[in-house]
């Protein structure tokens, strides 16, 4: 009863009500009184600075606070302006010419020019892997740096910025176009140091309000946005549901107005609901179980091709899919140009997988933990029954794994860190390039930052630095191939699954268009 009440009076209270409100919602639409929206969601944020994170809850926050120089598309990743209307590049790919909008105002009140871009990758160029992991991962190294990419960014206008780089790369205005590099208040990080990612300021259409650890990030419209007619929303509320069945309740009762994270047995139930609508989100992502390179027994590639031998990816594929994922066997999913289907997949052979085992001097196998995702991921509807159903594949060939988890900040931490024997992850690609997959995830550029599994190989580095400065596309493809074949024989992950995430929300939310990249612009969402 005391569940029952506490419900009706958050809707009551709720400028999104419940059912009992519903006129409610119409007559906000049509009077001109504020438009909340309530975003559940599977996770709080890890930081609300972008260039210190690299999981897609942070993004989810962040994407509607900064503007980045040039945008993806509406559901793609082709290359529009930003904050640059118009750019110029070298014919020998070494030097890039940005014009800027004018009048762009950040949430402080400062002005956006040339020399804030200056200031934005100083101070990504002068840190390190642990404290903007991507900026590294993106673009070699820091500062002086051999592989560091990016040799200079100057202000030659008040609204002109020149990079120039030590070598052509390829995929430059894509990994500019990324979350990751929102152009930030230079007032503000200075002012704020560390601590800027709890009070963050940038040029985007919402202004941060409040953040209560969690349970609920608020944002605000910023007035002075510079394009015109946006955002439409006054106030977005981004609120933690971490449990599936909680958050689809939520979306039901009319506590929320979107929900992510919808598990594919629940879509049923939203395509079934007048009031409720079911939006597919493009796929470019990739689920997969790390097996950590620097631990024993995993340093032992003979044991990495067994873990790959002993769990049925397509049993659980349409276990916790159901009909909304594929079997995956590279580390780049279909969608992504490079992409080596030659390569055979490693089949469900049990015994293959003992042979393997008692080769390496393990024929009464192992112990180990097993890392189990405490949120729902768009690449991993459910960690721990994916988890549970890896674990008794396990058993079946002798190897003991204990599912352990941890809060989801701590989870990433921990894996970064190389703590796990073995763990459940993903990534959803942020630029549509291949490089942004292998590179980034399995290169040993990037180990402690987003190569989690400590896997090193110098003629797959190689190969990734040469696709990065290739222009070719086709050459590039030849290289991508070459190294997911590398890949696929080193095994330092069992890769699992390419879905398609789904989210849900009411008939009224209009304009909302899923990313591929899993970070949704909500400029031009509103509420009928």
């Given at each position: 009863m005391l569940l029952l009440v506490s419900t009706a009076l958050y809707g009551c209270n709720s400028d999104n009500a419940s059912d009992d409100n519903g006129d409610a919602k119409e007559e906000n639409g049509d009077s001109g009184e504020p438009k909340t929206l309530i975003f559940g969601r599977g996770g709080?944020?890890?930081?609300?600075?972008p260039i210190t994170v690299t999981d897609?809850?942070?993004?989810?926050?962040?994407?509607?606070?900064?503007?980045?120089?040039?945008?993806?598309?509406e559901q793609d990743t082709e290359?529009?302006?930003?904050?640059?209307?118009?750019?110029?590049?070298?014919?020998?790919?070494?030097?890039?010419?940005?014009?800027?909008?004018?009048g762009v105002?950040?949430?402080?009140?400062?002005?956006?020019?040339?020399?804030?871009?200056?200031?934005?990758?100083?101070?990504?160029?002068?840190?390190?892997?642990?404290?903007?992991?991507?900026?590294?991962?993106?673009?070699?190294?820091?500062?002086?740096?051999?592989?560091?990419?990016?040799?200079?960014?100057?202000?030659?206008?008040?609204?002109?910025?020149?990079?120039?780089?030590?070598?052509?790369?390829?995929?430059?205005?894509?990994?500019?176009?990324?979350?990751?590099?929102?152009?930030?208040?230079?007032?503000?990080?200075e002012e704020m140091g560390d601590k800027f990612g709890d009070s963050p300021v940038g040029t985007g259409p919402f202004?941060?309000?409040?953040?209560?650890?969690?349970?609920?990030?608020?944002?605000?419209?910023?007035?002075?946005?510079?394009?015109?007619?946006?955002?439409?929303?006054?106030?977005?509320?981004?609120?933690?549901?971490?449990?599936?069945?909680?958050?689809?309740?939520a979306l039901l009762s009319g506590e929320i107005d979107l929900a992510d994270?919808?598990?594919?047995?629940?879509?049923?139930?939203?395509?079934?609901?007048?009031?409720?609508?079911?939006?597919?989100?493009?796929?470019?992502?990739?689920g997969y179980l790390g097996l950590t390179t620097t631990r024993e027994p995993f340093d032992d590639p003979k044991v990495r091709q067994a873990m790959n031998y002993a769990i049925d990816k397509q049993a659980i594929v349409d276990a916790f899919f159901e009909g909304r994922g594929d079997v995956a066997k590279n580390p780049i999913p279909p969608a992504i140009s490079g992409y080596n289907d030659d390569i055979e997949a490693y089949p469900y052979d049990p015994e293959k997988a003992k042979e393997l085992l008692a080769e390496a001097g393990l024929e009464d196998g192992f112990e180990m933990e097993l890392y189990a995702m405490p949120v729902p991921r768009p690449y991993m509807p459910d960690g721990e029954k994916v988890a549970e159903a890896i674990q008794k594949n396990l058993a079946d060939i002798g190897v003991t794994a204990e599912i352990v988890s941890y809060e989801w900040a701590t989870y990433l931490e921990k894996a970064a860190n190389g703590e796990a024997d073995a763990f459940l992850l993903g990534w959803t690609g942020d630029n549509g390039d291949a490089d942004n997959f292998i590179y980034v995830l399995l290169d040993q550029d990037n180990i402690g930052s987003n190569n989690y599994t400590y896997y090193e190989n110098q003629e797959l580095h190689d190969i990734l630095i040469e696709a990065q400065t290739e222009v070719d596309e086709d050459v590039r493809n030849e290289l991508y191939a070459k190294a997911q074949e590398i890949i696929h024989e080193d095994a330092p992950w069992v890769p699992l699954a390419h879905s398609t995430p789904l989210l849900a929300g009411g008939k009224n939310v209009v304009n909302f268009k899923a990313h591929p990249t899993g970070s949704d612009k909500l400029a031009s969402v509103d509420l009928e």
């Open positions: 709080d944020s890890v930081s609300l600075d897609g809850e942070s993004y989810k926050v962040t994407k509607n606070i900064f503007d980045t120089l040039v945008n993806f598309g290359i529009h302006p930003g904050l640059a209307k118009e750019w110029t590049p070298a014919e020998d790919g070494l030097t890039y010419n940005f014009v800027l909008e004018e105002k950040f949430h402080d009140g400062t002005d956006f020019n040339a020399e804030a871009v200056v200031a934005n990758f100083e101070r990504w160029a002068g840190g390190d892997a642990d404290q903007f992991p991507y900026y590294g991962s993106m673009f070699g190294g820091f500062g002086d740096e051999e592989g560091h990419v990016i040799e200079s960014v100057t202000a030659v206008g008040d609204f002109e910025v020149e990079f120039k780089l030590k070598r052509p790369q390829a995929p430059f205005l894509k990994n500019i176009a990324m979350s990751s590099f929102g152009i930030a208040s230079p007032t503000a990080f202004k941060f309000v409040e953040w209560k650890r969690n349970d609920t990030i608020t944002i605000e419209k910023f007035e002075d946005y510079w394009v015109d007619g946006e955002p439409k929303l006054d106030t977005v509320v981004f609120r933690s549901l971490p449990d599936n069945s909680a958050r689809l309740n994270g919808i598990t594919p047995a629940d879509s049923a139930t939203v395509e079934g609901d007048d009031n409720l609508q079911l939006f597919e989100r493009p796929s470019m992502n990739v």
